[in-house]
C-alpha cells in the first residue's frame, strides 16, 4: 500500500509539472496555430535561470524566484519578437514550427556556453521527507502538486473564465475579427508566449532538485506531448488531465517494468491515437482564421 | 614495473603554463629553480616527435570531462618531455580529436586520427559504446589503441589492436559478489544499475556470482535508461518496499547522486555498494550531499589516494589544473605513460612492434598495477572507497578475482 501512495504522489507530482509545459503548447497552438518545439527549452531556460540567481548570484531564495518569473516572462516576449514575429507572414505554414526547432537548438548551446557542460545539483526548496505509518514522502514531491495546482487554477481561471483570457481567446480564434472590435492582438499574443514560458519556467524551477540542472531537461517535453494528445488536443482541461494520466501511468509502470518505461508511456499514446484520435477529455482544436 | 627508463612517475609534477614560454627562458628557469640539485634531464628533441593520438570530448554533454582527460594528458607529456622524451630523446606530442556528443562524431574523430601522419597510438574513449563505435577503424588502421571502457564485450572484439587497462565489468561484477557477500553481509541485495552495456554486463556477472557462488538471490533488480531517467523516486520506493537486506548499484556521475539522494530520501538505512567511481565522483557526491554518507564504493581512483603514486598525481595534477582530479584524468595520466612506456619497449614507434609491446605490460601507475596476461584486462585492483563526510575516503584496496 505504502508503495502505491508512493508511486501515485510522484507520478501526480509529474504529471502536473507535464500538464505546465502542455498548457503553455495548447496556449502557443490557439495562438499561432503551431507546434512549439522549443517548449521543452523553455522549461529548461526556467531550470538554468533561477539556478543563476539563487547560486551563481546567491540571491536569498524569494528574491531569486520572483527576479525569475520575471525573467521568464521577458525570454517569452523575446521569444515571440526573434522565433514568431519575423515569420508570421511566411508564405509556408511550417514556417514557424521549423522556427521553434532552430531556437531549441540555439537554447541549448546557449545554456552550455553560458553555465557550462557540468550539471547542476540545486537544493531540494525543502529537504526531506514526510514520514507517516512506514511512508516517506519527498517534501519536494509535495511543493510540486502544491505550486503546480495553484499555477494550472491561475491560467485555468485566467483563459476559460476571465475578460482578459476571452480576449486571447478570440484573437486566437480570428486575428481580423478581434482587431476590429478593438483587440490588441499583438498583445494579446505576446501575453500568451509570456505565460507559456512562465508556467514552463516554474515547471523548470520545480523540477531542477530532481531532474538536475541540464540540457536534457528538454526531453521532458516529449511526456507533455503525449499528455496533450492523449487528453485531447487544444483542450487546455484534457492537457491536465491527459499530463497526469501520463505522468501516473510513467509512474506506475516502474513497478512493472523500468528500463522500458517509456514503451509504456508512448505505447499509451499511440494506442489513445487508436481507439480515440481525439483524445479523452477533448475538444477539438478551433479552426485558425 | 617499468619506469625504469628515467621518467620521474613516482613524483609527477609541473605548472600548467598561462601563457606560453620560449623555451631558453623555460630552461633557464628551471634550471634557477632546481637550485643545485643533481644532473638536471635534457629536453626532447621536438623536431622528430612521437606523435599519441588522444580522443576526448571538445564539444557535447561531456565537454567538461574532456577539459580532465586534455590536462591529464598534457601533465604526463609535459613531465615526459622535460625528463628527456622517449626513443633516446625524442619529445612526444600529443594530438587530440573530438569525439562530440554521439558515436558518429567519434567515428569521424577516429577516422581523423589514424589518418593523421605518424600516430603510433592511441587513447581511445571512456566510453565502451564509443569504443565499440570505433573499432573497426582502430582494427583496419593497425595502430596499437587503449579503449579506456570497460563493457566486457570490448574484450570479446576480434581486434588485436585494442588494449584494456581498466577492469572490465565482469571483473567487477565478480568482485562486487564477493565483497558484499562476505564483507558487507548482503544475502538479498537490490541491484539498481544504468541499462547500457557496461551496466548490464556488470549485473548480469553480479547476479550470476551471487547465485552460483553463494546460492543467494537479488530482493530486486532494477535496470534504468541512465540516457533519460532522472526520476529515482519511484525505484527507491520499489526497494525500501522489497526485502532487500542491502543495495547494490552502478551508473554514471549524475545518475548516481540521484540515485543515492532518491534512497536516502526514502530512508534507506542499509548497507550499499557501489561498484564504480562513478558513486564518489565529485559530481555525485555534490548532487548527493549527505545523502551520500556511508556508500562503499570500488573505484578506479579517488581524490584522497592512500599510495605516494597516487598522492604525488594528485598534488600534481592540482597545481597544474587547478582542480582536483577525477577518473578520467587519473586514467588518463596513467595511460599516457603506459603507452610512452610500451614505444620505449618496442625501441622505435612503429605501430607492430609498439602493440607487441604492449601484451607484455607490467606498470605500475597511480590508478593501479597494469599487467597484461593475453586474455584479460590489465588493471589488477581497485580502490575501497568509502564516502564520510562527503568526502571520498580509500579504507583499502580489493584485488581482482583470480
Known sequence: MSMFVSLTINGLAMGMVYALLAMGLVLLVRAVGSLNFAQGDFLMMGAYVSFGYIYMLKMPEIIGVILSVITYAAIGAAFMVSFYWPVRKAKWSQAIMVCTLAASMIFKDAANLIFGTTTKAPSAIMPGSLKIAGLSLQYQYLIIIGVCFFVILGVFTLFEKLYFGRMMEAASQNKYAAELIGIPTILTMAATYMISMTIAGIGGYLVAPIFLVETTLTKLQLRAFAGVVVGGFGSLKGAIYGCILIGLIESYSTYVITTYKDLVVFGALLLTLVIRPQGFFGESIAEKA | ?402
Open chain 2, 1 to 402: 614495473m617499468s619506469y625504469c627508463w628515467g621518467f620521474p612517475h613516482a613524483v609527477p609534477g609541473g605548472e600548467k603554463a598561462e601563457e606560453p614560454v620560449l623555451k631558453e627562458e623555460s630552461q633557464e628557469q628551471e634550471k634557477e629553480e632546481a637550485g643545485g640539485q643533481e644532473e638536471e634531464a635534457t629536453a626532447a628533441d621536438t623536431s622528430n616527435p612521437v606523435k599519441i593520438g588522444v580522443l576526448t570530448w571538445y564539444t557535447g554533454t561531456r565537454a567538461d570531462l574532456g577539459t580532465y582527460i586534455c590536462d591529464a594528458a598534457d601533465l604526463a607529456v609535459k613531465e615526459i618531455n622535460e625528463a628527456g622524451g622517449v626513443l633516446g630523446g625524442r619529445a612526444v606530442e600529443i594530438v587530440y580529436e573530438d569525439m562530440g556528443a554521439d558515436q558518429q562524431t567519434t567515428i569521424n574523430g577516429a577516422q581523423k586520427m589514424v589518418n593523421t601522419e605518424g600516430i603510433s597510438c592511441i587513447l581511445g574513449p571512456f566510453t565502451s559504446t564509443f569504443d565499440l563505435a570505433i573499432s573497426d577503424v582502430i582494427k583496419t588502421s593497425q595502430i596499437p589503441t587503449l579503449a579506456m571502457g570497460s563493457a566486457t564485450t570490448l574484450l570479446e572484439l576480434d581486434n588485436p589492436y585494442y588494449h584494456l587497462p581498466r577492469m572490465t565489468d565482469e571483473q567487477v561484477g565478480a568482485m562486487a559478489a564477493q565483497y558484499v557477500v562476505e564483507t558487507l553481509g548482503m544475502t538479498k541485495p537490490a541491484v539498481i544499475y544504468m541499462n547500457n552495456d557496461s551496466g548490464v554486463s556488470f549485473k548480469d556477472v553480479f547476479v550470476t556470482t551471487l547465485k552460483d557462488k553463494y546460492g543467494y538471490e537479488p530482493a530486486i533488480e532494477i535496470g534504468y535508461d541512465n540516457e533519460t531517467e532522472k526520476n529515482y523516486a519511484p525505484y527507491a520506493a520499489q526497494i525500501m518496499n522489497s526485502e532487500a537486506d542491502g543495495v547494490v548499484a552502478t551508473g554514471n556521475q549524475s545518475d548516481a547522486g540521484l540515485v543515492m539522494r532518491a534512497l536516502y530520501d526514502a530512508g534507506c538505512d542499509l548497507p550499499k555498494y557501489a561498484r564504480n567511481s562513478a558513486y564518489v565522483s565529485s559530481v555525485a557526491l555534490e548532487i548527493a550531499g549527505e545523502a551520500a554518507n556511508g556508500w562503499y564504493a570500488t573505484a578506479d581512483w579517488s581524490t584522497l589516494p592512500l599510495e605516494e603514486q597516487g598522492k604525488a598525481f594528485e598534488a600534481a595534477y592540482e597545481a597544474y589544473a587547478g582542480r582536483e582530479a577525477n577518473l578520467n584524468a587519473a586514467c588518463t595520466y596513467d595511460a599516457i605513460y603506459l603507452l610512452v612506456d610500451a614505444i620505449e619497449r618496442a625501441g622505435n614507434d612503429d605501430t607492430e612492434a609498439i602493440n607487441e609491446a604492449m601484451k607484455a605490460m607490467d606498470y605500475q601507475g597511480v590508478v593501479t598495477h597494469y599487467v597484461a596476461d593475453g586474455k584479460n584486462s590489465w588493471a589488477q585492483y581497485l580502490l575501497l572507497v568509502q564516502t564520510q563526510d562527503v568526502q571520498p575516503v580509500v579504507v583499502g584496496r580489493v584485488d581482482r578475482v583470480k
